[in-house]
């Protein structure tokens, strides 16, 4: 058979992707496809793990046993979806070594989200409401990703994400039905966490530098605005239920649309805190530094136990 030309093997690729069929690692993908996924999924895994710190913090002091047992269990939860994101990545031809390493040196992004403090225990329930919330919204879309391994992956993490938002929505509940403190520690967490939630979707679409080639190839299947924009709708009737109030004085429903506008979100603010220059950047970063140093011993004792194994076989 006469070697297809490169002309030839993108426009199959392509209609692979138009028909709606899955791109496996061995199959033949543009060069920007992989660098691309590669850059999306080894973020979307340092997001997951990175995302620990925040709530680990507060697993000692949870209100009560069933509240610890459930927070433990969520935060194990992603530091399971890390591993198999990792383990997606992994297959786009960069070892685990290589892509935790760009973590560690500052050069790798993760979602910006986890660079603000949790202050109270209401902040644990916001992360779950609001913060996983998000996330469901966002990934929903990637269970349907063009990328076989990444679509799979995400299949079981948005049924957990789904648990830890109902989760999260029944701490805000209790605390919105318990004493008038309570209540006010609640609307307090919802002020801090609501914009930086609405963050969580990226810049606007025009100033997205990826959207176009990602919704291209399928990886994307809804824009960054339009997602912002359902997230809204859904939890601000959320909010109400509760009896706390977002903190947007623009906010209301337009008739015309069906759609809740809304105010401008401060993108100074997003810039800051992507770029290294938020809340607890550095703490964040020199945890999971300190996390990886630590661990090192049982890394080296892995790879030992393996070469053992290896030699006796052979």
């Known amino acids: 058979m006469p070697e297809l030309s490169q002309q030839e093997l ?3 690729f392509q209609k692979k992707i138009d028909d709606n069929l899955y791109i496996e690692p061995k199959d033949w993908m543009l060069d920007k496809y992989r660098k691309n996924l590669l850059r999306q999924i080894s ?12 709530e680990a913090n507060w697993i000692t002091r949870a209100p009560n046993l ?6 433990l269990a969520k935060v194990q939860d992603e530091a399971g979806h890390g591993l198999y994101l990792y383990s997606a990545a992994e297959t786009l031809g960069s070892s685990r070594e290589e892509i935790l390493n760009l973590l560690l ?10 660079n603000y403090p949790t202050l109270t225990w209401a902040d644990i329930g916001a992360i779950g409401w609001l913060v996983d919330g998000a996330a469901i919204i966002n990934q929903v879309m990637l269970q349907r990703a063009s990328y076989g391994p990444y679509a799979r992956a995400m299949i079981r993490i ?14 805000m509940l209790t605390l919105c039905r318990g004493t008038a403190e309570q209540k006010a520690m609640a609307q307090d967490a919802l002020n801090r966490w609501w914009w930086p939630s609405l963050m969580m979707f990226g810049p606007h679409d025009k100033d997205s ?5 990602m919704t291209k190839w399928r990886v994307k299947r809804e ?6 924009q359902k997230f809204i709708d859904r939890t601000v009737p959320q909010a109400d239920f509760l009896g706390i109030t977002m903190p947007d004085k623009d906010l209301k429903w337009d008739e015309a649309t069906q759609h809740y506008k809304f105010g401008e979100i401060d993108w100074e603010e997003f810039n800051q805190v992507v770029s290294g220059h938020g809340p607890c950047n550095r703490e964040r970063l020199n ?22 194994k290896r030699k006796k076989a052979a």
């Not at 973020?43 to 925040?54: C, D, F, R, Y």
């Not at 945890?287 to 053992?308: L, M, P, Q």
């Open 158 to 171: 948005c049924r957990e994400e789904s648990f830890h938002q109902r989760q999260g929505y029944e701490i």
């Open 43 to 54: 973020q979307h895994a340092h997001s997951e793990v990175i995302g620990m710190l925040p």
């Open 66 to 71: 069933r509240r610890k047992a459930a927070l």
């Open 223 to 228: 824009s960054n605005d339009d997602l912002r």
């Open 10 to 12: 993108e426009a199959r």
């Open 287 to 308: 945890a999971r530094i300190k996390a990886h140093e630590d661990g090192k011993w049982v890394r080296d004792a892995a790879t030992a136990y393996a070469n053992k």
């Open 105 to 114: 040196t500052g050069k790798a992004k993760y979602s910006s989200i986890f």
């Open 209 to 213: 530098p990826h959207t176009g080639d």
